[in-house]
Structures are given as C-alpha cells and as structure tokens.
C-alpha cells in the first residue's frame, strides 16, 4: 500500500513528493476555486512563481473567518457539490463552527493515513477499539461489516461511571480518547481498582486535547499500558501527526499536508514554538491553502529512530487564544500551568479562565465530595509558578460543561 510505503522513504524524498504535490494543489485551488484566484490575484502572484519552499511565503494566509464567509460559493471547487462530498463540522473550539467539504478519494486517503498511524503503535485489524465521541449512532463502514477495524462508540456526554460501565463490557483492546476523559476515568478507577480491575487495555490513543507529560505518565500508571499522543484537525480529514512506539516526537503525515510553524511571519528554528500554518495536498473538493488553525506547536530536525523518513513536530502547546497573559506580558502555555492542577488528585475537573490580566477563575469538580483544604496549596504553587501576581479564585462546581464534540478546554481566556 502506497501510504505505507511512503513513510519509509528518506527525508529528501518525501519532502521533494510533499513540495511537488504543494505546487499541484496551489496550481488546482487557483485554476478551480473563486477564493484562492481572488486571494493570489489580489497580489499580483500567480502559482508559477512559487518555485522553492521559501517562496510559500509569499503566499496569503488564509483565516477561519474567511472560510466561514466564502464555504460553499468560493470556495468549493468546480466541478463539485455537496451532495457528492463527504462534509464534516468543525468543533468550534476556535468560536467558529466551520463545515468542511472532502473529495471520496481524498477522504479514503485519509482514512489509510488513520490507519496507518494505529498500525505504528502495534494495531491488529481484528482487535476491537472503544472510541470516545459525542455521537455514537454511527454507519458501519464496508471493513466493519469484514471484521476489520470495529469500533465501539463510548458517548463523550454521558456521566464518567456510565462510561465505565460500557469499558467493563466492552473489554476493549484499544480505547481512543480524550484525554480530559480519560484522566477523570482514571481517577476514579484509582480509587476502586478491584472494581475495574478488568479494563486492561492494551494501548491508549490520546487525542482532540492538549495531553501533558504528567497525564501520560498518569494514565500509564493507572491503566498499565502505553499512552499515544495524536494530533488532527477536522479540516484535514482529522489525523495529521501521530507518536509511533519509539515516542520520540510526532510524525507529520507530509503526504497529506504541509505543516509550517511560525513566528513573526518566518519559519521558526527547530525546537521552538511557532503557530502551526497547515495545507492540505488531497482534497480537491475544498483546498485550503495555508490556514490559519489556530493551534501552536513546537518544530524538529531531529529523526526518529524509529526509521520512518516522515518529519516529526515535537509537541502541541496548546491553542494560540489560550495562553495565559501575565501582568507583565508575558505569555504562559497550557502545557505549562495544566499539570500544576492536573497532579491534585482531589480534583476530578477543571477549567482555568483568564478574566483579565490580573484575575484566574479556576471551576473545580471535586471527586467524593469537597476538599477545600487542597486549594491553599495549589494557589500557592500556581503563584510561585507564574512569580507574578496574579489574583487566582476557585468556584466549586457540581460539573463542567463540554463542547458540542465532548470536549473540556482546560484554560480559556478572556482577553
């Protein structure tokens, strides 16, 4: 299969196959959508001109707020319609809902692109897999109806003790979740082990949220098996990066899209962070050029030992709306302040909310009833964690709620 294949071959062959198939898409999106003419006409650039990776920057950006005003009359492409296209939603964590409309033929790409991931970490087609997501009515695809590849759907709304429930029926090989979910189910199982004693997995996949080191390393303890980070976007057909079993970064999946990592407009050397600036090289039904999606992540050089020829992206920070801003100016991460409340074991929940520059509102669910006597303490660390000051209130909470798509943004600012 031409999918696994590709991700074996050497660095200066896929990046020459990646820039070729960038050149084709940017050449198709002008010549087949309004948007894209209009966007590259307004600056006098046409995709000749685009002749070396360097040169991509002179290409437009491409915004969230610019697809939702131009999808489908601009920007779906000659030739195509909605009904013959597989569509999506976004989850809107951005603020935006978008709909995104996918080629079959890009949408079966990108569907051996998933595969190929889970067959990286040791995936069997036959194991069953119980896959966490707010809807659960779900059509069996053609390879469920074989055996192949079957999941269980576990709903993302449903209280925590209900979805263990299904776990312990279940008896999944594989479960694929959010990691907000995951870590609450873990918590719990902590406290009554004998009780869930048969949920034994043997490997997670994380994805859809921000997955710190200390929840890995969490997970791994209670669940007693490895954690896996992925990374996608709906926009994209849903996977674009993903941890094989050597963990030693995430591998783009370069023959799916081009990832760019930011900062001031230039490209950002490998180890630092830079908002991610993504292209889709598949679907010809809604090409997207160089969108803006909102997420920041760290770039690499390195190579994976594990011999895949695949670039790799270190990890994600987190959402570029969701950095904390200090008094001062400065910016602090998700990945930073999350684990600093992830570690009390008290906590079942939380949302961290930026009011202002000077004022955090943290919403905390606690497990087995209130512990107010853990809050003194965690203040304490958050402040000596941000050596700024900064005003910090708890609200007790009976829950949280979620997003459309189940999920649990763990800070959200304000500002």
Same mark, same amino acid.
């Given at each position: 299969?031409?999918? *696994?294949?590709?991700?074996?071959?050497?660095?200066?062959?896929?990046? $020459?196959?990646?820039?070729?198939?960038?050149?084709?898409?940017?050449?198709?999106?002008?010549? %087949? =959508?309004?948007?894209?003419?209009?966007? &590259?006409? /307004?600056?006098?650039?046409?995709?000749?001109?685009?002749?070396? +990776?360097?040169?991509?920057?002179?290409?437009?950006? !491409?915004?969230?707020?610019?697809?939702?005003?131009?999808?489908?009359? %601009?920007?779906?492409?000659?030739?195509?319609?909605?009904?013959?296209?597989? =569509?999506?939603?976004?989850?809107?964590?951005?603020?935006?809902?978008? !709909?995104?409309?996918?080629?079959?033929?890009? #949408? @079966?790409?990108?569907?051996?692109?998933?595969? +190929?991931?889970?067959?990286?970490?040791?995936? #069997?087609?036959?194991?069953?897999?119980?896959?966490?997501?707010?809807?659960?009515?779900?059509?069996?695809?053609?390879?469920?109806?074989?055996?192949?590849?079957?999941? @269980?759907?576990?709903?993302?709304?449903?209280?925590?003790?209900?979805?263990?429930?299904?776990?312990?029926?279940? #008896?999944?090989?594989?479960?694929?979740?959010?990691?907000?979910?995951?870590?609450?189910?873990?918590?719990?199982?902590? %406290?009554?082990?004998?009780?869930?004693?048969?949920?034994?997995?043997?490997?997670?996949?994380?994805?859809? $949220?921000?997955?710190?080191?200390?929840?890995?390393?969490?997970?791994?303890?209670?669940?007693?098996?490895?954690?896996?980070? $992925?990374?996608?976007?709906?926009? &994209?057909?849903?996977r674009m990066a993903w941890e094989c079993r050597?963990?030693?970064?995430?591998?783009?999946?370069?023959? /799916?899209?081009?990832? $760019?990592?930011?900062? *001031?407009?230039?490209?950002?050397? /490998?180890?630092?962070?830079?908002?991610?600036?993504?292209?889709?090289?598949?679907? +010809?039904?809604?090409?997207?050029?160089?969108?803006?999606?909102?997420?920041?992540?760290?770039?690499? @050089?390195?190579?994976?030992?594990?011999?895949?020829?695949?670039?790799?992206?270190?990890?994600?920070?987190?959402?570029?709306?969701?950095?904390?801003?200090?008094?001062s100016g400065k910016l602090v991460s998700p990945?930073?302040?999350?684990?600093?409340?992830?570690?009390?074991?008290?906590?079942?929940?939380?949302?961290?909310?930026?009011?202002?520059?000077?004022?955090?509102?943290?919403?905390?669910?606690?497990?087995?009833?209130?512990?107010?006597?853990?809050?003194?303490?965690?203040?304490?660390?958050?402040? *000596?964690?941000?050596?700024?000051?900064?005003?910090?209130?708890?609200?007790?909470?009976? @829950?949280?709620?979620?997003?459309?798509?189940?999920?649990?943004?763990?800070?959200?600012?304000?500002?």
């Amino acid at each position: 299969m031409a999918v *696994d294949r590709n991700q074996w071959l050497s660095p200066a062959r896929i990046e $020459e196959s990646q820039f070729l198939k960038f050149k084709k898409i940017i050449n198709y999106a002008y010549n %087949n =959508t309004i948007f894209y003419r209009k966007k &590259f006409d /307004s600056l006098g650039l046409k995709p000749q001109e685009i002749k070396s +990776r360097e040169d991509i920057l002179k290409i437009p950006l !491409t915004t969230k707020k610019e697809v939702l005003a131009n999808f489908p009359a %601009n920007l779906l492409a000659q030739g195509y319609s909605l009904s013959d296209c597989h =569509t999506e939603n976004t989850s809107g964590s951005s603020g935006l809902k978008l !709909t995104v409309a996918l080629d079959y033929k890009a #949408k @079966d790409f990108c569907d051996c692109v998933y595969a +190929r991931a889970l067959f990286a970490v040791g995936y #069997k087609p036959w194991q069953s897999m119980a896959y966490f997501w707010p809807s659960v009515n779900h059509r069996k695809e053609f390879h469920e109806y074989l055996g192949l590849m079957p999941k @269980d759907w576990i709903s993302s709304h449903i209280r925590p003790e209900a979805q263990l429930d299904i776990l312990l029926k279940l #008896k999944p090989r594989i479960i694929y979740g959010f990691p907000t979910i995951l870590v609450v189910l873990a918590k719990i199982i902590e %406290n009554e082990r004998v009780k869930y004693s048969a949920i034994r997995p043997e490997f997670i996949i994380s994805h859809a $949220e921000l997955l710190t080191e200390e929840a890995r390393k969490y997970l791994e303890r209670v669940f007693g098996c490895p954690v896996y980070n $992925e990374y996608g976007a709906t926009e &994209f057909g849903f996977r674009m990066a993903w941890e094989c079993r050597k963990r030693e970064g995430l591998h783009i999946d370069a023959d /799916s899209v081009l990832i $760019e990592f930011i900062k *001031d407009g230039l490209p950002v050397k /490998s180890g630092e962070a830079g908002e991610m600036i993504i292209t889709g090289l598949v679907n +010809r039904a809604m090409p997207l050029i160089r969108y803006q999606i909102g997420d920041v992540g760290v770039a690499s @050089d390195r190579k994976c030992s594990c011999g895949r020829g695949l670039p790799l992206m270190e990890v994600i920070e987190g959402r570029r709306d969701d950095f904390i801003i200090l008094p001062s100016g400065k910016l602090v991460s998700p990945r930073g302040v999350v684990p600093i409340v992830e570690k009390v074991k008290e906590i079942l929940e939380f949302r961290i909310i930026q009011k202002d520059k000077v004022k955090l509102l943290i919403h905390i669910v606690f497990s087995g009833g209130s512990r107010l006597e853990v809050l003194p303490i965690l203040k304490k660390d958050l402040l *000596d964690f941000f050596n700024e000051c900064v005003d910090i209130e708890f609200e007790i909470r009976q @829950d949280i709620a979620r997003s459309e798509r189940g999920k649990l943004k763990a800070v959200i600012s304000e500002l």
